[in-house]
T-cell receptor, first 112, second 117 residues
Framework: QKEVEQDPGPLSVPEGAIVSLNCTYS??????FMWYRQYSRKGPELLMY????GNKEDGRFTAQVDKSSKYISLFIRDSQPSDSATYLC????????????FGRGTSLIVHP | EAGVTQFPSHSVIEKGQTVTLRCDPI?????LYWYRRVMGKEIKFLLH????????ESGMPNNRFLAERTGGTYSTLKVQPAELEDSGVYFC???????????????FGPGTRLLVL
């Protein structure tokens, strides 16, 4: 079993839709949860991070962590074509200097 | 502020040849990381420098891979001799030295796409 599972997609939605991206994990030691966005031919860019359980909101993006279920989510409201990218979840045991364990990434396509 | 840069952007070599990848981190960033993504798989950690010292090289696949960071600035990753399974995208990332209780944000370069034929 992989430490982090993420459906690669692709996920295709119309502009304006609410997008839900998810990851599950098996390592109970993970405390620091991140979402990266990667555009084609670019490197991953940190979008959001949360520590332990709970929700965090940043504009149209909301990150949720449910440690009891070992399940994390990223919601995108009012999705735009510019949101089309690969979204990678990543997680690590500590909030300080860390080596993240990545999911495979989910390819999101938002069509006009 | 310039981001993390990597050179070359693409490299196609034959099995048995040598390839050297270069990463220039963001100026002032002490931490430098190398990662690799094999097609269809996750991004995997290779190693971590703090300035010129190797902090963690537990992800290096074997002794055909050699990473250096002379002077604590740019870093090189050499693969010698290259094998077919070394094909993938090699990413470099850098971050500032952490302060007490601080959170680390790694900034990734665009990657080097390596194809070994």
């Amino acid at each position: 079993q992989k430490e982090v599972e993420q459906d690669p997609g692709p996920l295709s939605v119309p502009e304006g839709a609410i997008v839900s991206l998810n990851c599950t994990y098996s390592n109970s030691a993970f405390q620091y949860f991140m979402w990266y966005r990667q555009y084609s031919r670019k490197g991953p860019e940190l979008l959001m991070y949360t520590y332990s359980s709970g929700n965090k909101e940043d504009g149209r993006f909301t990150a949720q962590v449910d440690k009891s279920s070992k399940y994390i989510s990223l919601f995108i409201r009012d999705s735009q074509p510019s949101d089309s990218a690969t979204y990678l979840c990543a997680m690590s045991p500590t909030g300080g200097s860390y080596i993240p364990t990545f999911g495979r990434g989910t390819s999101l396509i938002v069509h006009p | 502020e310039a981001g993390v840069t990597q050179f070359p952007s693409h490299s196609v070599i034959e099995k048995g040849q040598t390839v050297t990848l270069r990463c220039d981190p963001i100026s002032g960033h002490d931490n430098l990381y190398w990662y690799r993504r094999v097609m269809g798989k996750e991004i995997k950690f290779l190693l971590h420098f703090v300035k010129e010292s190797k902090q963690d090289e537990s992800g290096m696949p074997n002794n055909r891979f050699l990473a250096e960071r002379t002077g604590g600035t740019y870093s090189t990753l050499k693969v010698q001799p290259a094998e077919l399974e070394d094909s993938g995208v090699y990413f470099c990332a850098s971050s500032q030295r952490l302060t007490s209780g601080g959170k680390e944000t790694q900034y990734f370069g665009p990657g080097t796409r390596l194809l070994v034929l």
